[in-house]
């Protein structure tokens, strides 16, 4: 993808421990603890935060506990009340992020389905009065209104709104800073936009958007609000950390999964499956007290419409398919068909990741071009949209009504139906208007529909498979918030109905399952979901007999789909250039140790305990690292050393000495501080705070020389390994632990020489990075990724 994408390939002094922030010169231009014999120091990375968009480098979360002097003091004061204050309150956001989510999913389904539902029946009537140009002028006006509303709102105002924001997700939670992905603006885009760009007809589902809302939702929740505009509670201060605003965003990822499809254990095993890097089982009780709270207000509101108050809103989006009722059949023979599928899933899935992977690389070229390029191009796509969906119901022919119908439900020319009459005289119907002029949700269901054998025939499957096949293509990927739930869904269905077509006098699974089976193997086979895919239809069915059928269906589509390419969302993620930690780390990173890793780094950049301010200023202005070790010299050991030792006090944070420089926590002579002295400065909610940088800082040229006890702000259990382990093993521990730093500790440890080897973070360990530092390692037969 280099010819495409223009990596950036930062210097390898920024790499050294910790991250780069958005300076675009060398931080490391000067020689400061600069070693005299220059390696092959090529570590680099290609940080792009969004595709298309400028680049900015990418940070580490924090979400290892810092336990300093400070931090101890903090839990040992506090009372039993203040505990259970801050366990009441993790329920309490985890209830609100519910709460909100489901409310919020409400509001977008309401707007959805009135907006689309009034502006179909317009369509329709001039359809009954044979205008049919004026029909069209009609539908592809709105809708081309509609896009524009939504394109110029992500443009203009929140581009990180763009797209499902689960990739973005995925890798906040496996530790990756995703820049202005959970900001209030971002949120209010997010929501707007939706509504025009599914109202609009495009090939797109409100569901990936969904995931992205709740996690917003709950970002601003825990944060006490926008960055602006935060309430400073005192209450709040628990929650000023990376830590506890990852647990949340867990469940507002869950809760917008419950809330695309009324399926909160689904939600709960979504967040288990594909987006959490770290979990444990309080986690799982929230994650699911959150979903439950989502399905209350969705049954409530469900209840509230069926009086007619919600004007066209009825069943729409909240539940596809119920087949609870319905006598699900099959036997050993059934076996040979559903496998079919599932192989078909995993090989189209697999072929779909692909193409969509090329597209996305042209649409990064036009995006990058400017805000005018990117509105063309989703306004183009919109027009050839509704180009597609108002003509091509004209190429199928007209069907007659099952005289076996007991209802007069054929034909139909109402926003709901499996009949629609579009240009057909009184007793017959057009299949083809029935799957393309409605809203994809009633696509869904109509497709879905059982107990209709012979209500679609080979050729309108055929050209609406083709169709949304190339619609699902063109559309991810514009300026709009947008799922790939929704369009893998009518892609799958169609070819599951195909198939049941064929296989019908051999089967006695009925059409519309199969085109249910046909959308979990494609999505299977695209995005590689088992377990949560499986009680998610489970939950949108209704019937546990689905169940063997399903999971077979499953393992399948996602073995098959596994031979070929990654999942969907790991190629996103690589397109956008984010640092993701792969479970899995590549089995040639065994043969290569930490301690090898390090040489090929700046030599570590280490402070004193007690050091002259005039050192730390030059340290944080020449260097962009975030952490940096803390050693204090002729240190006694237990052992009795008569020359002394040097000892690795722990790690410190480059915003903690920034905050003891603002505060001026200076002293005239080399002395350890009080305790009483320490809280006399600084508070936990101090240390909590994130942001300040070396610029805001204004120092004397007397204060130059004195100096500032670290020892009180400093990690005294830094997580350490020996320069011996292997660099896979050491990529599990980052990855599992959640850690921004790791210290690397020497095997031996001699007089005089530092405690510490180096430092790895998260560039270190990206596989491209290791390769371009190490040029003799091939990607060949070990490269694969082992299992």
Not at 104 to 125: F, M
Request: proline share 4%; charged share 20%; aromatic share 8%.
């Amino acid at each position: 993808m280099e010819d495409v994408y223009k990596l950036v390939e930062a210097e390898s002094a920024n790499m050294q421990g910790p991250e780069e922030e958005e300076e675009e010169d060398d931080p490391e231009c000067n020689n400061l603890h600069q070693p005299l014999l220059k390696r092959n120091r090529t570590l680099s990375s290609s940080p792009l935060a969004i595709v298309g968009a400028k680049v900015s480098y990418i940070e580490s979360l924090d979400y290892e506990i810092n336990e300093n002097d400070l931090f101890k003091q903090d839990w040992r004061s506090r009372s039993r009340v203040q505990v259970l204050q801050y366990i009441f309150l993790k329920w309490l956001l985890a209830f609100l992020v519910g709460l909100l989510t489901g409310g919020i999913a409400t509001l977008i389904n309401l707007a959805v389905e009135n907006i689309s539902g009034y502006k179909l029946l317009a369509v329709v009537r001039y359809i009954e009065q044979e205008r049919y140009l004026m029909g069209f002028l009609y539908m592809a006006g709105a809708n081309f209104l509609l896009t524009l509303v939504a394109a110029v709102l992500v443009v203009c105002f929140a581009p990180t709104a763009a797209g499902p924001g689960i990739p973005e997700i995925k890798a906040y939670l496996n530790g990756v800073d995703t820049p202005n992905m959970f900001g209030a603006s971002t949120l209010i885009v997010k929501i707007i936009g939706s509504i025009g760009a599914v109202s609009a007809g495009l090939d797109l589902g409100k569901e990936g958007p969904l995931v992205h809302i709740g996690s917003c939702i709950a970002s601003l929740l825990g944060q006490g609000g926008p960055d602006n505009y935060r309430i400073r509670w005192r209450w709040l201060r628990y929650f000023n950390n990376d830590r506890d605003r990852r647990d949340l965003i867990t469940c507002g990822s869950s809760s917008g999964v419950c809330a695309a499809f009324r399926a909160p254990v689904g939600g709960v095993l979504f967040a288990l499956e594909e987006v959490a890097t770290w979990w444990r089982s309080a986690l799982l009780w929230r994650t699911f007290f959150s979903t439950a709270v989502v399905v209350v207000v969705l049954r409530a509101v469900m209840e509230y419409c069926k009086s007619g108050n919600c004007g066209l809103f009825g069943k729409g989006g909240l539940i596809m398919f119920d087949v609870s009722g319905v006598s699900v059949r099959y036997h050993v023979v059934d076996i040979i068909p559903v496998a079919v599928i599932g192989v078909l899933g995993g090989l189209l899935g697999s072929l779909y990741n692909y193409v969509l992977h090329q597209v996305l690389k042209v649409y990064n070229v036009i995006n990058k071009k400017g805000k005018l390029h990117k509105l063309l191009l989703s306004l183009s796509v919109s027009i050839f949209t509704s180009v597609c969906l108002y003509g091509l119901p004209f190429l199928a022919k007209c069907r007659p009504c099952d005289s076996s119908l007991v209802d007069s439900s054929c034909p139909t020319n109402g926003r709901e139906g499996n009949f629609k009459q579009f240009n057909c005289p009184n007793g017959y119907y057009n299949d083809l208007a029935t799957l393309l002029l409605t809203t994809n949700d009633d696509a869904v269901r109509n497709i879905f529909s059982i107990n209709t054998s012979s209500e679609f025939n080979v050729f309108s499957l055929v050209v609406f498979f083709a169709l949304y096949c190339i619609l699902g293509l063109i559309t991810f990927g514009i300026a709009v918030p947008s799922g790939l739930f929704l369009p893998i869904i009518l892609m799958g269905s169609a070819y599951g109905r195909l198939l049941g077509l064929a296989m019908g006098p051999y089967t006695n699974i009925d059409q519309g399952l199969y085109a249910v089976l046909g959308a979990a193997s494609l999505m299977a086979g695209s995005m590689r979901m088992t377990v949560s895919l499986c009680v998610i239809f489970l939950e949108l069915t209704n019937n546990l007999l689905l169940l063997p059928i399903t999971m077979l269906v499953l393992l399948i589509s996602k073995t098959v789909g596994d031979c070929f390419n990654p999942s969907i969302y790991e190629i996103i993620l690589e397109l956008k250039g984010l640092p993701f930690l792969d479970a899995h780390p590549e089995p040639w990173m065994r043969n290569i140790t930490v301690g090898e890793l390090a040489d090929v780094k700046p030599a570590v950049v280490t402070l004193n305990g007690i050091e002259k301010v005039r050192n730390i200023v030059e340290v944080l202005k020449n260097t962009t690292h975030n952490g940096f070790p803390v050693v204090d010299s002729g240190v006694t050991p237990p052992t009795g050393s008569p020359n002394g030792a040097t000892e690795l006090h722990g790690l410190i944070l480059r915003a903690h000495l920034i905050l003891a420089l603002k505060k001026k926590w200076f002293q005239q002579e080399r002395r350890r501080t009080e305790e009483w002295e320490v809280r006399e400065k600084f508070t936990s909610i101090d240390l909590a705070e994130r942001g300040a940088t070396i610029e805001e800082v204004t120092v004397t040229k007397d204060e130059m020389e004195m100096y500032v006890d670290l020892h009180p702000l400093t990690n005294t259990t830094p997580y350490t390994v020996v320069e011996s382990m292997s660099v896979a093993k050491a990529m599990v521990l980052f990855r599992q632990v959640g850690l921004r730093h790791m210290l690397i500790l020497p095997k031996y440890q001699a007089a005089g020489v530092s405690p510490v080897v180096g430092i790895l973070t998260r560039q270190d360990l990206i596989a491209h990075n290791i390769l371009s530092a190490f040029p003799h390692l091939e990607r060949s037969k070990g490269n694969k990724k082992g299992h």
